[in-house]
């Protein structure tokens, strides 16, 4: 299911792109099946059309993403595209929340690679962005099963690798962690629960990547037409670019194309006995969107 209307600014960075690229990529953008992804073939096409080379034509396409930016406090909008090791490109953006702590916002980086994820992807082969990655965003990456293979495109930039980036890096195999971040993993989780949006919380959470705490939480989120987002925890080695599953969730709801004002439900999963709780987090950010609104909550 998607959005039969395309969100203004999409459609802007659309008409702005050169003719070729703009009149190739428009049908793609605006069939039923969009999902702000483009399949390798869909690429090489466009690639064909517009004459340019693989890394120029993901440049060109930065813009796009960069439209899906929600960035009301810095006015900074930021795109990123991850390429998944299937082959597919997913599109990313930075996403900023009023009323609510600055350690809650999404950068564009983990928004591409969450995507990707959310998408069954279980590794990125590079990611292209329009600035150079933060260190919180560097740190994100190096949780990444392709962590060590990742490469890094930026505009009028010769790609370099993830650890050129941030070289002497701290990360999993520091701390003796073997699954990482996009693996193949599942927690055999289990809800006794009729609730759809309580069961669709816990499948995210079976396969969410929290090997330091161990609180495999999900978040699902119901908008106003009834369709369910959900989104699942990434932990990181460095703790603080940690992604909550609430911010997962809301990047599924984003890069479909939906309002984060047309949140009506919301329920959280997570682990009874962890020695962390994502409780609080979840209440204070929701609210940011409807004092009101419901959270649903089972600890299993």
């Not at 990529?25 to 483009?38: E, I, N, V």
């Not at 595209?81 to 702590?101: P, Q, V």
């Amino acid at each position: 299911m998607r959005r039969i209307t395309m969100r203004a600014e999409v459609l802007e960075a659309l008409s702005k792109l050169p003719h070729e690229l703009s009149q190739a990529l428009k049908p793609m953008m605006t069939a039923p099946g969009f999902d702000a992804s483009l399949s390798p073939e869909e690429f090489q096409h466009l690639m064909a059309v517009s004459q340019l080379s693989d890394a120029e034509l993901r440049i060109q396409l930065l813009s796009i993403a960069a439209a899906y930016s929600i960035a009301s406090i810095s006015n900074f909008y930021v795109g990123a595209i991850a390429r998944g090791t299937s082959g597919r490109l997913y599109f990313g953006a930075n996403m900023e929340f009023e009323s609510t702590s600055m350690s809650q916002t999404v950068h564009a980086e983990q928004s591409a690679i969450s995507h990707a994820w959310l998408k069954g992807e279980e590794g990125i082969s590079d990611i292209t962005v329009n600035y150079s990655p933060c260190g919180h965003c560097r740190q994100f990456m190096n949780e990444l099963s392709t962590a060590q293979s990742l490469v890094v495109q930026l505009p009028e930039r010769t790609p370099k690798a993830l650890q050129e980036y941030l070289p002497e890096s701290f990360g999993p195999t520091d701390l003796g962690i073997t699954d990482l971040l996009l693996s193949d993993k599942t927690h055999d989780l289990q809800l006794d629960s009729e609730d759809a949006l309580l069961t669709a919380a816990c499948q995210a959470a079976d396969k969410s990547h929290a090997p330091y705490s161990k609180n495999f939480a999900g978040v699902a989120l119901r908008a106003k037409d009834g369709r369910i987002f959900s989104g699942m925890y990434a932990e990181n080695a460095a703790f603080n670019p940690s992604l909550p599953p609430l911010q997962v969730a809301m990047i599924h709801m984003n890069m479909a194309d939906y309002p984060l004002s047309e949140i009506t439900e919301a329920a959280l999963v997570e682990q009874k006995s962890a020695p962390v709780s994502l409780l609080a987090d979840t209440q204070t950010t929701l609210e940011t969107f409807s004092p009101d609104l419901q959270l649903a909550y089972a600890a299993i």
